[in-house]
């Protein structure tokens, strides 16, 4: 059993930490909104007045944070409290060069840290099955592991600090193209008169196959469990596929490389939250491709 400071208890955090207590270790948690600490004191997470309160006897301090700014601001604090030689994970989707510098932060302090971000969602983290992408020390990643295991079930060490971040990333810019080519095909496809089913039957089992189609598919009918049956209510809202995208992008230019497909799918993210559909699941990008085709 381990002691945890959880810092970061919204709709993954608190679900997290919650897995945490259900595989037997002693988690005290911090957020800043009262509301969402309650929430997670009733799934067994002792809260803290302070984040420096919640990590001052940990083992394993977690954070799971909106963006870079908040983890460095939460890391530069807490780090000053944590006992020398608790191992630092941030889970939350960040820049590539914020969680470079929180690794740094965190060797200056004399701690082992990993990025660990993941995917699968809310569910995911309900049902402990999420993915982790790991970047840091080999063991720094070995001491993590065991804990990653209590709230997923795939654990990747993908190589040294920001590692994790890179391929998180590098994933959701090929979720946000795939996406989009999956949506213009039935757009397209609709122009023809081709029925959703024929095209469905045919681009599943050939070389269009991707899971943008065949688990996530944007029109109703094919795969009952995916947003297009339910109002694009999310899953996986638009704004996030946006704030992925641009996370890529900003790492294609610190790095040099070259992404025109996701430079222009996060436009076409940027317009359709623009027109006030960012809380969409990211699939509703159908709607948006069909009206500008109209
Ligand atoms: P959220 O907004 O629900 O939770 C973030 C929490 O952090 C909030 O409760 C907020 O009050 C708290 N917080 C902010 N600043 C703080 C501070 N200084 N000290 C303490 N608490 C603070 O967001 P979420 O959906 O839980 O996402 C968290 C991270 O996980 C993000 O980086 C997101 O991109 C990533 N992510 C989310 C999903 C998803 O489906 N929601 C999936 C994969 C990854």
């Known amino acids: 059993m381990s002691t945890i400071g959880f810092i970061g208890l919204g709709n993954m955090g608190a679900p997290m930490a919650a897995n945490l207590v259900k595989a037997g270790h002693r988690v005290i948690g911090y957020d800043l909104l009262p509301a969402n ?16 309160d919640a990590v001052r006897d940990a083992d394993v301090v977690v954070t799971m944070l909106p963006a870079g700014r908040h983890v460095l601001a939460v890391w530069a604090d807490v780090l000053t409290h944590a006992r020398r030689g608790a191992l630092f994970i941030d889970s939350s989707t960040i820049d590539v060069d914020s969680a470079r510098q929180a690794h740094d932060l965190a060797a200056q302090a004399g701690m082992a840290s990993v990025d660990a971000p993941v995917s ?13 992408m790991c970047g840091g020390a080999a063991e720094a990643f070995a001491t993590a592991r065991p804990l990653l295991e209590a709230m997923g079930k795939k654990i990747v060490h993908c190589g040294d600090a920001g590692a994790g971040q890179a391929a998180k990333i590098c994933n959701n810019m090929i979720l946000g193209i795939s996406m989009i080519g999956v949506c213009e095909a039935f757009a397209l496809g ?19 196959q991707c899971w943008s189609l065949t688990t996530y598919c944007p029109v109703p009918g094919p795969v009952p469990t995916s947003p297009a049956n339910n109002g694009y209510n999310p899953g996986f809202a638009a704004a996030l596929m946006l704030k992925d995208l641009r996370l890529s992008q900003d790492a294609a230019q610190s790095a040099g490389a070259s992404t025109p497909l996701g430079q222009h799918a996060a436009q076409i993210y940027e317009a359709f939250e623009a027109a006030g559909f960012g ?16």
């Open 37 to 52: 600490a309650a929430a997670a004191e009733a799934e067994g997470v002792a809260i803290a007045s302070t984040a420096a």
């Open 190 to 208: 609709e122009k023809l008169g081709l029925s959703h089913q024929a095209l469905f039957d045919v681009a599943s089992t050939s070389s269009g």
């Open 279 to 294: 809380g969409k699941d990211f699939s509703g990008i159908i709607e948006h491709l069909r009206q500008k085709s109209a």
């Open 120 to 132: 699968g969602g809310t569910g995911g983290a309900k049902a402990g099955t999420l993915t982790f």
